[in-house]
Each structure stands twice: as structure tokens, then as C-alpha cells.
């Protein structure tokens, strides 16, 4: 069974960083991806980033594309998500998502999901 669990949330003051890890266990498939989503209040699952497993590709959405970095650590099993100049907008909750398919940044795709992890980025 795929486990998938985030941490690295928390406070930060716009303008600050922030690095979310997912750290994930129990994945047996051949190649896939993994994607970071963010839900942001009142608004729908968004998905922000995502890394391919075997090319090494990546794909940002246009709202992060240059502030936000994904990145893998295959020896750890365990993915990240580099958040830069971040505004009081982007709070919300952050999930991890990983398929055993082509890389998209469409929740309906991913069918394993993490718990996610709160980021507050104060007015």
C-alpha cells in the first residue's frame, strides 16, 4: 500500500520560503510521477508542480513557474517542494500526489494522495 505523508508547513511572512518534504513509502511501480497540489480556501485543488521519475521532467503551473522548486531525493524516498516569495494569497493546505502514469498537474489524475500539511502565509 502507497503511504504518502507531508510535512515541512507552517508560518511564514510574505515574501519569505518555505520547503515542503513528502516522504513516500510502499511505491513498487515502474516510472510515474508526483505532484504537489495546493487547496486554497473556497477555491478547488490545484496542482502546482510535478516531477516525472524517470525523465527527471518537471512542470510548474503559471501562478509558482521560477518561485517554486520540485525535487527528489530517490535514496530517501522522498519528495520536495521549494516555495520562494511567497504572498499572503497561497495559504492554504499543500498535498503531495503520486500515479503510476505520464506526468499531469490535474488532481483527477493522481490516485494516491497524501494527508497534506497547512502553509499561512499572513496578511
Known amino acids: 500500500r502507497v503511504q504518502l505523508v507531508e510535512s515541512g508547513g507552517g508560518s511564514v511572512q510574505a515574501g519569505g520560503s518555505l520547503r515542503l518534504s513528502c516522504i513516500v513509502s510502499?511505491?513498487?511501480?515502474?516510472?510515474?510521477?508526483l505532484a504537489w497540489f495546493r487547496q486554497l480556501p473556497g477555491k478547488g485543488r490545484e496542482g502546482v508542480a510535478s516531477l516525472d521519475f524517470g525523465t527527471g521532467s518537471t512542470a510548474y503551473s503559471d501562478s509558482v513557474q521560477g518561485r517554486f522548486a520540485i525535487s527528489r531525493d530517490s535514496a530517501a524516498n522522498t519528495a520536495y517542494l521549494q516555495m520562494s516569495s511567497l504572498n499572503t494569497e497561497e495559504t492554504g493546505v499543500y498535498f503531495c500526489?503520486?500515479?503510476?502514469?505520464?506526468?499531469?498537474?490535474?488532481?483527477?489524475?493522481?490516485?494516491?494522495w497524501g494527508q497534506g500539511t497547512q502553509v499561512t502565509v499572513p496578511s
Open positions: 500526489a503520486t500515479r503510476a502514469g505520464a506526468l499531469y498537474l490535474a488532481a483527477g489524475w493522481y490516485n494516491m
Open positions: 510502499g511505491y513498487t511501480y515502474t516510472g510515474g510521477c
